[in-house]
């Protein structure tokens, strides 16, 4: 049967037929016996069959052999923490879970291996063994944040609400990994690990009363802690002059930046209660202050006591020093005598307060330095106790001793409906005008080619 | 439960981000060229434009959507919006100032007391997480009036939702959950 509109590239006829041969379909030309075209011998599809072979079911389904590798890296991960047999099998199950789901059964190898750690630190804070993200990490020697994105993601797939894991339970585990005991470390540096955890609890429980811990990192301050403890244990001049970076060197850890702030901090809140030690003559300062940790933390709670009755003290007095008004000339003292005899701070807090807010009320709004002091140039009242808590208070995070300047709002806000007319003025300050547009496109073009000459 | 006490809290708005188009194709390089204050990125695709009187940030895109940001209330960011298309329109594109929406708040607020976020998220379980090693704050999710809260143990805390009204609404709801909570501020 002729085909309209086909040649035959050969004569130019376009005389072309449907001859099949051999059951091949082909088009061949009439005149000279060339074939046009012609289709194909077996109707396989291109590039395999439909079905692939693993969806087929001609061989068992074998398990994936990077499921495999993964349970084998959570053993693996399990055995060098050193946790129980209980965990190691909660871990590999929830890793065998988590697989199968569909946001972790495509990622890269590496997330995997993330997913691996994060199995293994779910199943410990579930059967509660402490140990920080930061330790995980570490062993994986990945970035703590993917870390973090790979085990909340988890979490919310698995459905599995985790304990919050405390800094002083982790701080025995995480002391362990410090090698400063006598055989490792040449003596004068050695350190018995029992009393050295035993002093850095101390020191992190102190941390924690402080407002030092809330919000921040684990694996810094307990390093820091660690640190201190072991200058306090024998702090020879030697031990004192010894900086963090070598701490870590002989102690074969990874130094962590922030630790050094965490150091400052802790030494502030130890001199602190240093000042308030009886039997010290000398001044305080952050550097000698490492002497006398250990009777610090001896008696931590008759300092903590004794410092912030002392500091209440102070503020009373400021605020009637600076206060005009007889009135509260009258109550302050009998106020003055109540918080040396009370133990219970909070009450003594809140009656500095009232004093405070009757000064202000009675005040005749001239400058008072008493509500200077507290509102530090805000003139909204009921600002006065968000910010004013930092310095009234003996500790408070430094989020809050320094708070950020908040830009003054201004008062024709109050005006702005939103559909105001906009005069031609105001727009035309947006824009150039036609002489300085060809200027700036001429200094561009200028630009552009000294920097295209340069390079 | 504002009533109960004696000062009402403060929920300063820090953040408004609007959107709306143009309803015009807008030639990115003329607005670089003849427009002050304007960043052009050409490797983004879009031109930064920066208003002074609502201080505000704009992304222009040559489709002609616009999302402002910056701005410190919903009719602020409609000033500033209306500014934006006035100036393009100067410029010469022919501008239909239309579908501007409110997309997103973000408000501070302080409380006059300090919180136990441990206590809190074992409250409002699965609705609050808090994972302390990521992220200081426990976040809560309301999920009716899709707003965001995260709770900071200072007692500050940051909303984020759709509009002003629901910012408003999330902290009341939240403010008796987070008073239960409160740690006295003292030690």
Same mark, same amino acid.
């Given at each position: ?19 099949? *041969? ?18 194909? *011998?077996?109707?396989? =599809? ?113 459905? /599995?609400?985790? =304990? /919050? ?29 029992? @009393? ?21 990192? =684990? ?30 060197? /002989? ?14 901090? /802790? ?10 030690? =009886? ?84 005040? @005749? ?62 727009? @035309? ?27 | ?39 052009? %990125? ?10 002074? %009187? ?39 594109? %022919? ?12 408000? #501070? ?49 940051? #909303? ?22 409160? %740690?006295?501020?003292?030690?």
């Amino acid at each position: 049967m002729p085909r309209p509109a086909l040649s035959c590239p050969g004569c130019g006829s376009s005389n072309i037929v449907d001859d099949a *041969l051999y059951a091949q379909a082909q088009l061949v030309c009439v005149d000279c016996g060339s074939v046009v075209s012609e289709g194909a *011998l077996v109707d396989d =599809p291109v590039g395999g069959s439909a079905v692939s072979y693993s969806w087929s079911t001609a061989v068992d389904k074998k398990p994936c052999a990077n499921l495999i590798k993964g349970l084998q890296r959570v053993k693996a991960l399990c055995r060098s923490l050193r946790v129980h047999g209980e965990i190691e099998n909660l871990s590999q199950t929830n890793y065998r879970q988590a697989y199968q789901h569909e946001s972790f059964i495509k990622v890269s190898l590496q997330k995997k291996e993330v997913l691996a750690g994060c199995c293994v630190l779910v199943s410990c804070r579930l059967l509660n063994w402490p140990i920080t993200m930061g330790t995980i990490s570490c062993l994986l020697d990945a970035d703590p944040m993917v870390v973090g994105a790979v085990y909340q993601e988890m979490v919310k797939i698995l459905n /599995i609400t985790a =304990p /919050i894991v405390n800094v002083t339970d982790v701080m025995e585990a995480h002391s362990q990994e410090y090698k400063i005991c006598s055989p490792q470390v040449p003596e004068e540096f050695a350190a018995n690990s029992k @009393d050295l955890t035993k002093r850095a609890v101390a020191l992190v429980e102190l941390a924690a009363d402080s407002w030092i811990i809330t919000g921040r990192r =684990p694996v810094p301050i307990m390093m820091a802690a660690i640190y201190l403890a072991w200058q306090s244990l024998q702090p020879t001049k030697h031990r004192l002059k010894f900086s963090l970076d070598k701490f870590c060197q /002989i102690a074969k850890v990874n130094k962590h930046k922030a630790a050094l702030k965490r150091i400052t901090e /802790i030494k502030e809140v130890l001199c602190k209660l240093g000042r308030e030690i =009886p039997w010290v003559r000398e001044a305080v300062t952050p550097d000698n202050v490492v002497r006398q940790v250990e009777d610090i933390l001896q008696h931590r709670y008759a300092l903590l006591r004794r410092a912030l009755r002392t500091h209440e003290e102070a503020l009373l007095e400021e605020c009637q020093a600076s206060c005009e008004d007889s009135p509260t000339d009258d109550t302050a003292p009998s106020e003055i005598s109540e918080p040396v005899a009370q133990t219970k701070n909070s009450s003594s807090a809140e009656q500095c307060e009232p004093n405070a807010e009757r000064a202000k009320r009675s005040g @005749d709004g001239d400058a008072d330095p008493c509500t200077a002091l507290e509102l530090h140039g805000d003139t909204q009242e009921s600002q006065v106790p968000a910010t004013n808590w930092g310095k009234r208070m003996l500790f408070a995070p430094p989020c809050v001793i320094h708070p950020k300047k908040r830009r003054m709002e201004q008062p024709e806000l109050k005006d702005v409906t939103g559909d105001e007319e906009i005069s031609d003025s105001e727009i @035309d300050s947006y824009i150039r005008t036609p002489q300085e547009a060809r200027d700036f496109a001429l200094v561009q073009k200028m630009l552009s080619a000294s920097e295209s000459e340069k390079s | 439960m504002d009533s109960s006490n004696d000062e009402a809290l403060d929920i300063i708005i820090t953040n408004v981000v609007a959107t709306f188009r143009t309803r015009c194709h807008l030639n990115l390089r003329t607005i670089a060229l003849e427009g002050i204050n304007v960043i052009y %990125k050409p490797d983004m695709g879009k031109v930064l434009m920066k208003l002074r %009187k609502p201080k505000i940030t704009a992304s222009i895109w040559s489709s002609g959507k616009i999302i402002c940001t910056g701005a410190t209330s919903e009719d602020d960011a409609k000033v500033g919006a209306r500014r934006l298309a006035r100036t393009l329109q100067k410029l010469g594109f %022919k501008v239909r100032f239309s579908a501007f929406k409110v997309v997103n708040v973000l408000a #501070v607020c302080s409380m006059p007391f300090a919180i136990r976020l441990i206590d809190f998220t074992k409250k409002n379980r699965p609705i609050a997480s808090y994972e302390p090693e990521l992220h200081p704050a426990a976040t809560y999710r309301i999920k009716h009036i899709k707003a965001t809260i995260q709770v900071f143990s200072t007692g500050s805390i940051t #909303v984020t939702g759709p509009n002003v009204q629901n910012v408003a609404s999330a902290v009341e709801q939240v403010y008796p959950l987070l008073f239960e909570c409160q %740690k006295p501020r003292c030690k």
